[in-house]
């Protein structure tokens, strides 16, 4: 791979973009994540306001924190995720200010945000678009803010899977889903070294659905 292609790895919302056409491959992706549901509190006792889901996907929790009573963006670069997002909040008349975009170029003004959520959204790419991710999450963010996501690990069974091709960056060709799309691992020195502008407040390592599925989940402050 070229450095040309290597600097073109966030491909996957491709993939989910066709998923989320319909109804089958939006069922598991509507119920938010019960990490999410239990960083409410937090943010409420901190007097978080405003809020952007970054990767929103179908809006699922978009809509969960809009319904709790926060202001929130949201973004994708799928357009048929962000269609059903959109039915869904006006279906409930929640106010969500939806854009479509990419990580790596996050259409907002610095320090806009108290909290920036992104779960299952980073990784997809290699080594250069993650950092690129995760400063503009870190320039969106107010200081003190929160950013609030996930990561695989090299834990997860698909780590070493396929053909590398970038560090620690996999493509497993002709696979479904977006496994076919370049996927990101680290070890936890490696997340670490990732949010070094960042405070850790909370970090372990989760099997996801099935067994050997295994993502970081993080919570960081802004420096």
Not at 190 to 210: A, C, G, I, Q, W
Request: glycine share 10%.
């Amino acid at each position: 791979m070229s450095m040309q292609d290597q600097a073109h790895t966030d491909t996957a919302y491709q993939a989910w973009n066709d998923r989320w056409r319909n109804e089958d491959g939006r069922a598991d992706w509507l119920t938010p994540d019960p990490d999410v549901a239990a960083v409410v509190p937090v943010l409420r006792g901190r007097g978080a306001h405003s809020l952007l889901d970054l990767g929103c996907g179908v809006g699922r929790h978009a809509c969960f924190l809009a319904d709790a009573g926060f202001q929130v963006h949201a973004m994708d670069a799928s357009a048929a995720g962000l269609d059903f997002a959109t039915q869904q909040a006006e279906k409930r008349g929640l106010d969500i200010a939806f854009s479509d975009g990419l990580m790596t170029e996050l259409p907002y003004e610095d320090a806009s945000f108290d909290y920036v959520l992104s779960f299952n959204v980073i990784y997809h790419g290699d080594g250069g678009v993650v950092s690129r991710a995760v400063s503009e999450i870190h320039r969106v963010l107010k200081p003190g803010g929160l950013f609030h996501g996930t990561l695989l690990s090299k834990r997860n069974a698909h780590y070493g899977a396929g053909k590398q091709i970038a560090p620690n960056t996999f493509v497993i060709e002709g696979a479904a889903g977006d496994k076919d799309h370049p996927h990101f691992y680290c070890n936890a020195a490696e997340l670490v070294k990732l949010f070094e502008d960042f405070e850790l407040l909370s970090l372990f390592d989760r099997e996801h659905e099935r067994p050997g599925h295994y993502h970081w989940h993080l919570l960081a402050e802004r420096s």
